[in-house]
């Protein structure tokens, strides 16, 4: 598994906000770029109890994208074929 799941550190603050500029905090963060990756960051976390906050592009205005603690799952350089999903 190439994505780690990283601290969150001020090199990723821009990441604990979308375009509704509201902000949250979180522990952690990582960027899976494929399925396997994020089925073993969410097993991980899941073991651990830690809630998760998933992101795409953070364009949403509602503040859905903005993590209150525990980890950012950021799909943003996901490569998944999406509709093949449904």
């Known amino acids: 598994m190439s994505a780690t799941i990283k601290p969150f550190t001020d090199e990723f603050e821009e ?3 979308d375009e509704s500029r509201s902000s949250g905090e979180a522990s952690s963060i990582s960027f899976p770029t494929s ?6 960051i ?7 109890g830690v809630s998760v906050t998933v992101q795409g592009a953070r364009t949403g205005l509602a ?24």
């Open 35 to 40: 399925e396997d990756e994020v089925r073993a």
């Open 15 to 17: 990441y604990g906000r």
């Open 63 to 86: 503040a859905g994208a903005v993590p209150h603690g525990g980890h950012i799952l950021n799909l943003a350089h996901e490569s998944l074929p999406w509709s093949s999903l449904r």
């Open 42 to 48: 969410l097993r991980q976390l899941h073991a651990d």
